[in-house]
C-alpha cells in the first residue's frame, strides 16, 4: 500500500481535495475582477488594489464565522446558503466603517470531505459575494477525520475592504440631533440561534419538517435557514449621496449591545416601540420562550439588521432612498444627550 492510500485510509483523500477545487473553480472565477492577480489553487491570493482612487487608503478587515445556525443546515441537509451568512456576517461589519469590501478568503473544515454539500457551501459564499460586489480570492478547505461528528463542518470567513481616511465612519459626528434608521432584516441572521434552537426543539419537541401556523414562510427549519441580508450595496449607495454619522451592525448581543458600541460617550440612543415591523419568527420565539423584551433586544436583531444614524433633517430622504433600492428601513428614533453612568440606549412608546 503507497503513502498516499494510507493517508486516505486514516480520512483524507487528497484526490478528492483535488477533484473539489476543479469542481469550484469557475464558480470563484465568477467574483473576480480586473484587481484580481491569482487564480485558484495557489499558496495565497493576490489582489492589486488602485490607490490612485483613494488620497490616503486604509485598509478594514473583519472575520466572522456563522455559528451554530449551521446545526439548521445539518438537520435538514441543505447547505446552499449558509455561505450567505458567512459572507453577511463578515461584509457587514466591513462596510459599517463606510469601507468598500475588496475581497473574502473562506476557512471550510470537516471530517470527511463531501464533495457536494462542499459545493453547496461555496455556492453560497460567491452568491453572497456577488450580493457585495466583493471577489472570493481563495480560502481553505480542511479535512480532519475524527475532528468533526459525521455530516457536519465548520465555517468562517475574512475579509478586507477600503476607504479613504477622512471619509471613514467611526460615530465620532453622532450628535443629539441625529436620526437612528433601521434596516430590516431578513430573520434571525446568523445570531441567537442556541437560544432559538433550545426553544422549537428541545423545549416545543419541533422538528426541521413541523409546519407551525404562528411562522409563516414555510417550516421550521426553512424559516430558521433564512440567509443573512448583506447590507454592502445599499449602504455604499447612500453613503454617496447622503451624510452617515455612524452604523451599527446588529449582531450577537442585538440592539441593547451593538447600538451603544458606535455612540460617543455624550450621546445616548431614543429607540420607540412600534417603529419598525418585526417579523413573526421574533414573535414565536418571543411567546415560546417566554422572552422578555430586554433579553430578546440583547439576543437577538428582532427585526433590525442594522442601523444608520444620520442627520435628522436628511433621515426622510435616507429612507425613500433605501425604498427605492427594495431595503425597508424606518426611522425607529433619535440620540439625545446622555450623563454619564446613564444606559445608552432607551427603549419608549
Avoid at 477545487?21 to 489553487?41: E, F, L, N
Avoid at 414565536?284 to 428582532?302: I, P, V, Y
Wanted: proline share 3%; charged share 20%; with cysteine.
Amino acid at each position: 500500500m503507497s503513502a498516499h492510500d494510507r493517508y486516505r485510509e486514516a480520512g483524507v483523500d487528497i484526490e478528492k481535495g483535488n477533484e473539489f477545487v476543479r469542481r469550484i473553480s469557475d464558480m470563484v472565477k465568477s467574483t473576480h475582477t480586473a484587481a484580481v492577480m491569482t487564480g485558484i489553487g495557489g499558496f495565497s491570493g493576490l489582489y492589486s488594489l488602485n490607490t490612485d482612487k483613494y488620497q490616503d487608503p486604509v485598509l478594514v478587515s473583519s472575520t466572522d464565522g456563522v455559528g451554530t445556525k449551521l446545526k439548521i443546515a445539518f438537520m435538514m441537509n441543505k447547505h446552499d446558503t449558509i455561505g450567505v451568512d458567512m459572507v453577511g456576517m463578515v461584509l457587514n461589519d466591513i462596510v459599517v466603517t463606510g469601507a468598500k469590501p475588496l475581497f473574502l478568503l473562506d476557512y471550510l473544515a470537516t471530517g470527511k470531505l463531501e464533495i457536494g454539500v462542499a459545493e453547496q457551501i461555496i455556492a453560497g459564499i460567491v452568491d453572497g459575494c456577488k450580493q457585495a460586489g466583493c471577489a472570493l480570492i481563495g480560502g481553505e478547505t480542511a479535512e480532519m477525520p475524527g475532528f468533526y461528528a459525521d455530516g457536519e463542518y465548520d465555517l468562517a470567513g475574512f475579509g478586507v475592504g477600503v476607504a479613504d481616511r477622512s471619509a471613514i465612519i467611526d460615530g465620532s459626528s453622532i450628535n443629539k440631533n441625529s436620526a437612528l434608521i433601521g434596516l430590516a432584516s431578513s430573520g434571525l441572521h446568523s445570531n441567537g440561534y442556541s437560544l432559538a434552537r433550545r426553544i422549537v426543539f428541545d423545549e416545543l419537541g419541533l422538528g426541521v419538517d413541523s409546519v407551525v401556523d404562528d411562522l409563516p414562510g414555510g417550516s421550521v427549519g426553512e424559516v430558521l435557514l433564512t440567509p443573512t441580508k448583506i447590507y454592502v450595496e445599499p449602504v455604499l449607495n447612500v453613503m454617496r449621496n447622503f451624510a452617515l454619522q455612524g452604523m451599527a451592525n446588529i449582531t450577537g448581543g442585538g440592539l441593547l449591545e451593538n447600538l451603544p458600541r458606535v455612540l460617543p460617550e455624550s450621546v445616548g440612543a431614543v429607540v420607540r416601540r412600534g417603529s419598525w415591523n418585526i417579523p413573526p419568527v421574533f414573535e414565536f420565539l418571543r411567546r415560546a420562550g417566554k422572552l422578555d423584551e430586554h433579553e430578546m433586544l440583547r439576543t437577538f436583531n428582532s427585526g433590525l439588521g442594522m442601523i444608520l444614524l444620520t442627520p435628522g433633517d436628511q433621515a426622510d430622504e435616507v429612507v425613500a432612498r433605501l425604498a427605492a433600492m427594495d431595503q425597508k428601513a424606518s426611522i425607529i428614533g433619535e440620540t439625545k444627550p446622555r450623563a454619564k453612568g446613564q444606559d445608552a440606549v432607551e427603549i419608549v412608546d
